[in-house]
């Protein structure tokens, strides 16, 4: 990458990060908050639709998940709260204001340690706070060619936290890196499924690119319309490289501006349209009394922190024993974490469960589109198989095939096994049928004699063959070497 | 009582909307209900409701043509406490649009006429409900009151208005103009009235986030408690210019009668009150600008079919379903929570508004209540401060700063000058209502029930 | 007097269309108010709090229960307009 290269310039990256909170209702009423099947506009009551004379109460359950989340964010929660009013226009935001919270928010000052290339990095939390979410909007064009755009109110009024973060990232690594661990702590901390591609977790980023020899403005790019984490990766280099590219032609710094990241082309669009004045003209929220967050409060929602994604990383390796980069890819997926400590819980050998977990097992689900919760071969399930491979009844090689045809089947290895047949170590078994190929493979005896040692591993596949993969490869190795040698 | 509309209304023009086939329902339902001797007091009394009080299934405009079609599928809170009392509902009463105004001639429909005399206006913005009691178009009502818009005109036509301690009453289902003012008070022939009105609807509401949890007392047996010491405070400023020398005096001579009760008067001062109109008109069109915003076009009331794109469509919606009035108070809201400006009017009303507060708290260490006038004036007639703003602002300059402080006040009718009701208000303590209550019946009492319906003119 | 471009601003602000009489009237009328306002400049405020409620009511919550929602018809029913079981607007660009 240019700016990689490029020593000359300095990266400023900020993250705003908006969570859906996994409360049973909404945040100020009582309208279900598990829209996501629903049909459009069936999970709306007068409150989350804002109509005339409706007041908001504000959901217990979502103030608390929000400390929560500030506590597993080193944040510090200042003794009082309120709510404000944000006042913008715009269809989908269905009081024309937002309920949000402006100069008091549950948390402020924490941060989130990240380690990226070997690196330890600190990066600020600015603050953490609660709001309501809007509509839903969908766009199309009507019979008669008219454009227009439609509202399901099922989504106002959900409740959302924002996180934002210092702008303390220097690289698109970095900020990929802050999203999955706060993702990570979300899904823990079981306050949001923090699912991007559904929406539950959406960031919009803020960047510029500033000489190393000169100050840093003031001024920047807010990067919207990231779906996926990969995408605000590419979005932030692609971003980085553009504003490099403008300083270059001598025309930094770069506007200020909102650009969309559009993911089929690969770059930011700048989204300049009509001019309308912004001024959110924020005020304390009349219809919603100021909260006192008290010393006990706090202290009993920190006794309900679960053990931390980052705590869980560093147990996994230095305790259970595990290599890094297995702690990593179960850490990032609950569920498979889940899978490992259900299935380690009666094994002794930790390692080679996250073996067969991040090979097999990731790969059984992705080509069947499965989550691991929902596999067919169970925790206990790869246990059996893989003691049926200690005891050596089984070998390498067949545990897999046994362990697809679980996975297809939903059969159990002992069954399986038992019509197969088990593996065979008989050495009069094994040499009795590489005789047989032998007899039978004249050319390849004689390919091999002539020192074409490769047809030796055509003759182990036909032994292989006839006992059906059963026989032990070591030992069909061994007697063929000695049969021809 | 529907007989009673329908021959005076055509002059008196109260109501917006009739419902008759549901008060004949109601009516039925009561008369059943009434065979049983412990039926609640309101059961079969037709009472009347301000527009701005959410009704299921009846259109509910809020005095605006932006919601001239509008039918809640919801009731307020206290609509349903009147229904479950067995109360008769007639229809609802017109006002002022989003109850900003003292005339109820900002109505988006039609003015409503004084029934003592119909040139002249009823007092607003509840001035549907009040000419409705006052033309015994309904028995009692219900109205809002943000900045005195119970009391005043209730005072302007003759009858009893009452504003509650600020959380006292529900306001889940009251359409907001000013949310950190508002309240909703019932408009009655005399202060017994407004007892029973007030038991039927006071009381904590879950839906009402800054709703009281304290009990409710019994406020008509609090009637009859002996008001012989009592301190009433008469704060100096209230008496000062602006008066018309006709209110003075008849105000002055009914707080005089209060001492044949045994109540002392006492002198105070209110030293910030000269701030309270600024503070008030700072505060209320500043939350009016955010609680009016969502009045777009798009999910409900009026909008314009003529405008291209969606951001014309709701700001044209706005420009045409808003009278002038509304707009007038959303400009200037806007304005004062407007980047630049926000500190100099909206941040500093609201300090003012703690020192308004101070005044208040301070002058109930020493008196059970205050009285003054409700309104500076009588009756005004029709079309006279319309295109005045500040002298319409004026109207209410004895029952703003109740308001601002939160406290409860009543109005009474004490006399009439130029052959017009005045009101006699008094301010109480937060929850003072049974204090309040109690002189309003005491002076009641000792006036006599001015029997001058014949004075009127339906 | 205020200026013209600030009535513009905050017109632009409260989404409101104004016609130029309107606006002319609506300067006026605005610049009379304030000045009546100024009279709150007079007082000395630096050391007040604010007072946004005047209830003493903290922490009012709820417990994260769920209730009834409206029908969906009575979600749509005043509605200017609707398509399928959708409120309807002239098309938002989707670049905002």
Same mark, same amino acid.
């Given at each position: 990458m240019a700016a990689r290269a490029n020593g000359g310039y300095q990266v400023v990256i900020g993250l705003e990060v908006h969570a859906q909170l996994l409360t049973e209702s909404k945040m100020f009423c009582a309208c279900s908050s598990r829209y996501a099947d629903a049909p459009p506009n069936t999970v709306v009551c007068p409150i989350c639709l804002g109509m005339p004379g409706v007041l908001p109460v504000i959901n217990e359950q979502a103030v608390e998940m929000t400390i929560l989340t500030g506590l597993a964010l080193n944040c510090r929660i200042p003794s009082h709260a309120k709510f404000d009013r944000k006042n913008y226009a715009y269809p989908d935001l269905m009081k024309w204001y937002q309920i949000s919270q402006y100069d008091l928010p549950f948390c402020v000052g924490g941060h989130l340690d990240v380690t990226v290339d070997g690196i330890n990095r600190r990066l600020g939390i600015t603050r953490v706070h609660l709001e309501e979410d809007t509509a839903r909007m969908i766009h199309g064009r009507d019979e008669t060619g008219e454009d227009y755009s439609l509202l399901d109110v099922n989504r106002s009024g959900a409740p959302l936290m924002e996180i934002v973060s210092e702008p303390d990232m220097k690289t698109a690594a970095e900020a990929r890196e802050y999203l999955m661990s706060l993702r990570?702590?979300?899904?823990?901390?079981?306050?949001?499924?923090?699912?991007?591609?559904?929406?539950?977790?959406?960031?919009?980023?803020?960047?510029?690119?500033?000489?190393?020899?000169?100050?840093?403005?003031?001024?920047?790019?807010?990067?919207?319309?990231?779906?996926?984490?990969?995408?605000?990766?590419?979005?932030?280099?692609?971003?980085?490289?553009?504003?490099?590219?403008?300083?270059e032609s001598g025309e930094g710094p770069p506007e200020q501006e909102t650009r969309g990241w559009h993911e089929a082309s690969g770059t930011t669009v700048s989204q300049r349209t009509k001019e309308y004045a912004h001024d959110y003209r924020y005020f304390a929220e009349p219809?919603?009394?100021?909260?006192?967050?008290?010393?006990?409060?706090?202290?009993?929602?920190?006794? $309900?922190?679960? %053990?931390?994604?980052?705590?869980?990383?560093?147990?996994?390796? %230095?305790?259970?024993?595990?290599? /890094?980069?297995?702690? $990593?890819?179960?850490?990032?997926?609950?569920?498979?974490?889940?899978?490992?400590?259900?299935?380690?819980?009666?094994?002794?050998?930790?390692? $080679?469960?996250?073996?067969?977990?991040?090979?097999?097992?990731?790969?059984?689900?992705?080509? /069947?589109?499965?989550?691991?919760? %929902?596999?067919?071969?169970?925790?206990?399930?790869?246990?059996?198989?893989?003691?049926?491979?200690?005891?050596?009844?089984?070998?390498?090689?067949?545990?897999?095939?046994?362990?697809?045809?679980?996975?297809?089947?939903?059969?159990? /290895?002992?069954?399986?096994?038992?019509?197969?047949?088990?593996?065979?170590?008989?050495?009069?078994?094994?040499?009795?049928?590489?005789?047989?190929?032998?007899?039978?493979?004249?050319?390849?005896?004689?390919?091999?004699?002539?020192?074409?040692?490769?047809?030796?591993?055509?003759?182990?596949?036909?032994?292989?063959?006839?006992?059906?993969?059963?026989?032990?490869?070591?030992?069909?190795?061994?007697l063929i070497a000695a049969e021809l040698g | 009582m529907l007989d009673r509309i329908d021959g005076v209304d055509a002059r008196v023009r109260a109501y917006i909307t009739l419902t008759p086939d549901l008060a004949m329902r109601q009516a039925a339902e009561a008369d059943e209900r009434l065979k049983h001797p412990d039926a609640p007091r309101l059961c079969g009394v037709p009472l009347a409701l301000k527009d701005v009080l959410s009704t299921r299934n009846v259109k509910t405009t809020c005095g605006s043509k932006i919601l001239g079609n509008f039918v809640p599928p919801f009731d307020a809170t206290v609509v349903g406490m009147l229904r479950d009392a067995g109360a008769v509902t007639v229809g609802k009463t017109n006002m002022d649009e989003f109850a900003m105004g003292s005339s109820t001639e900002n109505s988006g429909f039609f003015p409503t006429f004084n029934p003592w005399d119909l040139d002249r206006v009823p007092g607003g913005s509840s001035g549907g409900s009040a000419a409705a009691v006052a033309a015994d178009e309904c028995i009692a009502a219900l109205g809002s009151d943000t900045g005195g818009s119970v009391r005043q005109p209730a005072a302007l036509c003759g009858v009893v208005g009452m504003r509650p301690t600020y959380g006292r009453v529900s306001r889940y289902g009251l359409v907001a103009f000013a949310s950190s003012l508002d309240q909703i008070g019932p408009i009655t022939k005399d202060v017994k009235d407004c007892a029973i009105l007030m038991q039927a609807i006071s009381g904590h509401d879950a839906l009402d986030s800054t709703s009281l949890r304290a009990e409710v007392p019994d406020y008509e047996s609090s009637l009859h408690a002996d008001v012989a010491g009592l301190k009433v405070g008469l704060p100096r400023e209230y008496m000062a210019a602006g008066v018309d020398e006709g209110v003075r005096g008849v105000v002055l001579e009914a707080i005089d009668r209060l001492t044949e009760a045994g109540m002392e008067i006492v002198d105070i001062s209110l030293p910030h009150t000269e701030y309270a109109l600024a503070t008030y008109y700072v505060i209320a069109p500043a939350e009016a600008s955010a609680n009016l915003a969502r009045y777009n076009g798009v999910k409900y009331g009026y909008f314009d079919p003529d405008s291209d794109g969606v951001e014309e469509l709701m700001m044209n919606s706005r420009g045409t379903g808003f009278g002038a009035e509304v707009k007038r108070r959303i400009m200037l809201g806007t304005f004062a929570l407007s980047s630049g400006y926000y500190d100099a009017y909206y941040l500093r009303a609201q300090k003012v508004r703690t020192l308004i507060k101070r005044d208040f708290d301070r002058a109930f260490e020493s008196v059970d209540l205050i009285a003054t006038p409700t309104s500076p004036t009588v009756a005004f007639p029709v079309g006279e401060k319309v295109d005045d703003p500040i002298s319409m602002y004026l109207s209410d300059v004895m029952t703003l700063p109740g308001p601002i402080a939160g406290i409860p006040g009543i109005s009474v009718p004490c006399g009439f000058s130029e052959g017009l009701p005045v009101g006699l208000q008094f301010m109480a303590p937060p929850l003072g209502e049974t204090v309040l209550l109690r002189a309003a019946y005491a002076y009641e009492q000792l006036a006599g029930v001015e029997s001058a319906t014949a004075r009127k003119a339906v | 007097m205020l200026d013209p471009e600030v009535v513009e601003h905050v017109s632009q602000l409260a989404r409101l269309t104004l016609s130029d009489e309107e606006k002319d009237k609506m300067r006026v009328e605005l610049s009379k108010t304030l000045e009546h306002f100024r009279a709150l400049s007079e007082l000395d405020t630096s050391a007040l709090p604010p007072t946004a409620q005047v209830i003493p009511i903290e922490n009012n919550m709820r417990e994260d229960a769920v209730g009834d929602c409206l029908p969906k018809d009575d979600v749509l029913a005043n509605a200017p307009r609707t398509r399928g079981d959708y409120i309807r607007v002239p098309a938002v660009l989707k670049a905002f």
């Open positions: 990570n702590i979300l899904v823990y901390l079981d306050v949001s499924t923090a699912n991007m591609q559904e929406g539950a977790f959406r960031c919009d980023a803020n960047i510029s690119v500033w000489p190393r020899d000169g100050e840093i403005g003031n001024s920047k790019v807010e990067v919207k319309n990231m779906n996926s984490f990969r995408s605000v990766y590419r979005a932030l280099e692609f971003e980085e490289e553009r504003q490099i590219a403008v300083w219809d919603l009394p100021p909260l006192v967050l008290d010393k006990a409060w706090v202290d009993d929602i920190a006794a $309900r922190m679960p %053990e931390l994604p980052s705590v869980l990383e560093t147990r996994l390796i %230095e305790t259970v024993g595990i290599r /890094a980069d297995d702690a $990593r890819q179960l850490i990032n997926n609950r569920e498979l974490l889940r899978y490992f400590e259900k299935a380690t819980a009666g094994y002794g050998d930790p390692q $080679r469960v996250a073996n067969w977990i991040t090979r097999d097992l990731v790969k059984a689900l992705g080509d /069947a589109g499965a989550s691991p919760s %929902e596999s067919p071969v169970g925790p206990g399930d790869l246990i059996e198989l893989l003691k049926l491979e200690d005891s050596n009844r089984v070998s390498g090689k067949m545990a897999r095939d046994i362990f697809r045809t679980m996975f297809e089947t939903g059969r159990s /290895a002992a069954d399986i096994v038992a019509q197969q047949g088990e593996q065979i170590t008989d050495q009069d078994e094994i040499r009795q049928a590489v005789r047989k190929a032998i007899q039978e493979n004249p050319k390849a005896v004689a390919d091999f004699q002539a020192g074409k040692t490769q047809a030796a591993g055509f003759l182990v596949g036909q032994v292989m063959r006839a006992t059906r993969g059963r026989a032990n490869p070591a030992r069909v190795n061994e | - | -």
